[in-house]
């Protein structure tokens, strides 16, 4: 009775770090995509940037959004 005890006790402790495991696992594939996700934006941002700034250049006007 007492090893059956014990081995689910120490069953219930590798499925918890299982778990653990997948869920951290997981997690970091989540980051590494919203991290991607995120520079693509700001790509799109630099680029959009980089036109207005050359639109505005080319209409011989000041960029407002420079300091």
């Given at each position: 009775m007492r090893q059956v005890f014990l081995l689910g006790i120490?069953?219930?402790i590798v499925l918890?770090?299982?778990a653990?495991?997948?869920y951290l696992f997981g997690k970091a594939?989540?980051?590494?995509?919203?991290?991607?996700r995120l520079g693509k934006e700001l790509d799109e941002l630099q680029a959009e940037m980089?036109?207005?700034r050359q639109r505005f250049?080319?209409?011989?006007?000041?960029?407002?959004g420079e300091l």
């Open positions: 120490l069953f219930f918890s770090l299982a653990a495991g997948i594939l989540y980051t590494v995509y919203a991290d991607w980089r036109a207005r250049q080319a209409e011989g006007r000041e960029d407002p």
